[in-house]
């Protein structure tokens, strides 16, 4: 057997507050058991994912597991990117999930049973899914990411930061990203936002919050971009715009069932290319992690990550 065939596992310890690190034990255990071939590596500081990910390939590994939440997934994904040993689309990316919120993997069926999640190891169904290259700014420096689930903007967006922080200063717990929801809620103001999709003003006015999605999860489970499919070759925008306080409240659960765009003052497009500005300016979100500031440019990346699907996904 080469290395080609052994599968780089990569632990985020501190996912899911800790879980990573307490049920590994268990996860190794299925993983023997099932007959999978594998090695280990821990990550111990932010971005190490990406980075032991670069390496992996690098070494030869062509299999790589993320054993975290979506954050973990999202550096697997760009350490993929930033390696240019291989085209991406050689890389089967594959996900044990032990997060908090767990949005990526609804897409793909992908069970949060350690046994099922394994078990995809096995049989190594993928698929192809679209990424999209995101392009922001960071102390007037211009940088770029790639995004594998959502993008938050404006309210979304000010909502992560504010959890990332709590998470950095140590706090874990699924209350915390409500915590920061509702401290935000009560001080967030709307902005100003100029949006170009494919070349054409699609909208210039306030904006309350805004998602862009390849998938359609995002927030633990909320559909903000209810239309969207991971290999579809567009990107789905949503635009809030500014409305009253208490019309957010009355409308937030639907949010969690895919009727957003039943809300009045809720926009939405597809496309390709998406150029904003905001004035002033503003935070953005790449699935999951806060990361800078405007003007964005989101580029649809078609068919770029292999992805192992659930064992009950239909391909």
């Not at 050689?90 to 919120?101: R, Y």
């Not at 007037?140 to 992560?160: E, S």
């Amino acid at each position: 057997m080469g290395i080609t065939d052994i599968w780089m596992v990569i632990v985020n310890p501190k996912a899911g507050s800790g879980r990573g690190l307490k049920d590994w034990p268990i996860i190794s255990n299925q993983m023997y058991n099932s007959g999978v071939h594998f090695t280990c590596l821990f990550t111990e500081h932010k971005y190490h994912a990406m980075e032991l990910t670069v390496k992996a390939i690098n070494d030869g590994y062509r299999n790589i597991v993320a054993v975290g939440g979506d954050g973990t997934i999202h550096e697997v994904v760009n350490g993929i990117f930033i390696q240019k040993k291989v085209p991406t689309t050689e890389i089967s990316l594959a996900v044990i999930p032990t997060g908090t919120g767990n949005d990526w993997i609804r897409m793909f069926g992908i069970s949060k049973t350690y046994m099922e999640a394994v078990k995809s190891l096995v049989e190594k169904r993928t698929v192809l899914q679209d990424v999209a290259k995101v392009s922001y700014y960071e102390t007037r420096v211009q940088h770029t990411r790639y995004m594998a689930n959502v993008a938050g903007l404006g309210y979304d967006a000010v909502v992560n930061m504010k959890y990332n922080i709590l998470k950095d200063e140590g706090k874990y717990g699924k209350g915390l990203y409500v915590r920061s929801a509702f401290h935000t809620f009560a001080r967030f103001s709307p902005i100003k936002f100029n949006i170009k999709a494919d070349g054409k003003e699609f909208y210039n006015g306030m904006v309350f919050s805004g998602a862009v999605g390849i998938g359609k999860y995002n927030g633990g489970g909320m559909q903000q971009t209810p239309y969207a499919a991971i290999d579809d070759e567009l990107m789905d925008l949503t635009i809030i715009k500014k409305m009253s306080k208490l019309r957010i409240i009355r409308n937030f659960r639907l949010l969690y069932s895919g009727n957003i765009y039943s809300i009045p003052k809720v926009i939405h497009t597809q496309c390709k290319k998406l150029e904003i500005e905001t004035w002033p300016e503003s935070r953005i979100e790449i699935d999951g992690e806060a990361v800078g500031t405007s003007p964005f440019t989101f580029e649809l990346v078609p068919h770029a990550i292999r992805v192992v699907v659930g064992v009950n996904y239909i391909i």
